[in-house]
Protein backbone atom coordinates (compact mmCIF):
# COMPACT_ATOMS: atom_id res chain seq x y z
CA UNK A 1 0.00 0.00 0.00
CA UNK A 2 1.16 3.58 -1.09
CA UNK A 3 0.63 6.11 1.45
CA UNK A 4 -1.67 8.85 -0.02
CA UNK A 5 -0.80 12.68 0.76
CA UNK A 6 -4.27 12.66 3.55
CA UNK A 7 -2.26 9.71 5.00
CA UNK A 8 0.87 12.64 5.49
CA UNK A 9 -1.04 15.09 6.78
CA UNK A 10 -0.71 16.48 10.10
CA UNK A 11 -3.46 16.11 12.46
CA UNK A 12 -3.39 18.22 16.02
CA UNK A 13 -6.15 17.53 18.63
CA UNK A 14 -7.15 20.07 20.66
CA UNK A 15 -9.35 21.14 23.60
CA UNK A 16 -11.26 23.44 21.31
CA UNK A 17 -12.06 26.67 20.86
CA UNK A 18 -12.18 29.27 23.37
CA UNK A 19 -14.42 31.81 23.26
CA UNK A 20 -13.14 35.55 22.93
CA UNK A 21 -14.45 36.32 26.48
CA UNK A 22 -12.06 33.67 27.81
CA UNK A 23 -8.99 34.85 25.93
CA UNK A 24 -7.87 36.73 29.06
CA UNK A 25 -5.10 36.98 31.50
CA UNK A 26 -7.22 35.54 34.31
CA UNK A 27 -7.99 32.24 32.60
CA UNK A 28 -4.33 32.34 31.05
CA UNK A 29 -2.99 32.46 34.83
CA UNK A 30 -5.21 29.46 35.61
CA UNK A 31 -3.77 27.32 33.27
CA UNK A 32 -0.54 28.15 34.22
CA UNK A 33 -1.14 27.18 37.47
CA UNK A 34 -2.63 24.04 36.33
CA UNK A 35 0.87 22.47 35.38
CA UNK A 36 2.99 20.79 36.13
CA UNK A 37 2.17 19.91 32.52
CA UNK A 38 4.10 17.20 30.67
CA UNK A 39 4.22 13.66 28.78
CA UNK A 40 0.50 12.04 29.69
CA UNK A 41 -0.58 15.44 30.98
CA UNK A 42 -0.23 18.16 28.19
CA UNK A 43 -0.54 21.90 28.15
CA UNK A 44 -4.22 22.30 27.23
CA UNK A 45 -3.89 23.61 23.63
CA UNK A 46 -6.94 25.35 21.57
CA UNK A 47 -8.06 26.81 17.75
CA UNK A 48 -9.60 28.92 16.13
CA UNK A 49 -9.74 31.11 13.56
CA UNK A 50 -8.18 34.51 13.87
CA UNK A 51 -7.86 38.27 12.02
CA UNK A 52 -4.57 39.28 11.37
CA UNK A 53 -4.69 42.65 12.54
CA UNK A 54 -0.97 43.35 12.75
CA UNK A 55 2.36 41.23 12.28
CA UNK A 56 6.05 41.81 12.65
CA UNK A 57 9.20 39.69 12.76
CA UNK A 58 10.76 39.68 16.55
CA UNK A 59 14.14 38.37 16.71
CA UNK A 60 15.36 36.96 13.61
CA UNK A 61 12.67 34.17 12.40
CA UNK A 62 9.58 34.90 15.48
CA UNK A 63 6.44 36.60 14.27
CA UNK A 64 4.73 38.36 16.69
CA UNK A 65 1.12 38.72 15.96
CA UNK A 66 -1.94 41.23 16.96
CA UNK A 67 -5.23 38.95 16.14
CA UNK A 68 -8.74 39.19 16.66
CA UNK A 69 -10.99 36.09 17.17
CA UNK A 70 -13.21 36.12 14.29
CA UNK A 71 -16.62 38.82 14.56
CA UNK A 72 -15.12 40.09 17.78
CA UNK A 73 -13.72 43.42 18.42
CA UNK A 74 -11.50 42.10 21.12
CA UNK A 75 -7.76 42.06 19.87
CA UNK A 76 -5.27 39.89 21.99
CA UNK A 77 -0.97 39.32 20.95
CA UNK A 78 0.00 35.77 19.57
CA UNK A 79 3.62 34.64 18.78
CA UNK A 80 4.89 32.13 16.65
CA UNK A 81 8.14 30.97 17.07
CA UNK A 82 10.47 29.69 14.19
CA UNK A 83 8.64 31.21 11.28
CA UNK A 84 9.24 34.22 9.49
CA UNK A 85 7.32 36.61 7.87
CA UNK A 86 8.36 35.86 4.34
CA UNK A 87 6.47 32.39 4.61
CA UNK A 88 3.15 34.19 4.67
CA UNK A 89 1.23 36.19 1.41
CA UNK A 90 0.74 39.44 2.08
CA UNK A 91 -2.99 39.22 1.32
CA UNK A 92 -3.48 37.04 4.17
CA UNK A 93 -6.57 38.23 6.51
CA UNK A 94 -7.53 35.57 8.25
CA UNK A 95 -5.83 32.53 9.79
CA UNK A 96 -6.60 29.08 11.46
CA UNK A 97 -4.83 28.82 14.91
CA UNK A 98 -3.70 25.97 17.27
CA UNK A 99 -2.43 28.01 20.46
CA UNK A 100 -1.77 27.42 24.29
CA UNK A 101 -2.86 30.75 26.34
CA UNK A 102 -0.36 32.06 28.43
CA UNK A 103 0.58 34.54 30.35
CA UNK A 104 3.32 37.60 28.95
CA UNK A 105 5.66 39.50 31.00
CA UNK A 106 6.85 42.38 29.48
CA UNK A 107 8.47 45.75 31.18
CA UNK A 108 6.49 44.73 33.96
CA UNK A 109 2.91 44.36 32.55
CA UNK A 110 1.22 41.07 32.58
CA UNK A 111 -1.12 40.11 29.73
CA UNK A 112 -2.83 37.23 27.84
CA UNK A 113 -0.89 35.71 24.83
CA UNK A 114 -1.64 33.10 22.29
CA UNK A 115 1.89 30.88 21.99
CA UNK A 116 1.17 29.45 18.11
CA UNK A 117 2.04 25.85 17.29
CA UNK A 118 0.66 25.97 14.20
CA UNK A 119 -0.68 29.13 11.75
CA UNK A 120 -2.49 28.42 8.44
CA UNK A 121 -3.91 30.70 5.88
CA UNK A 122 -7.46 30.76 5.59
Aim: aromatic share 8%; proline share 5%.
Amino acid sequence: RHLSAEDLRREILSDGELSDNALNLELAEALRAGGPWGQGFPEPLFDGVFELVNRRIVGEKHLKLVVRPAGSQQVIDAIAFNTVDDDWPVDVKQVELAYRLDVNEFNGKRSAQLMVEYIEPV
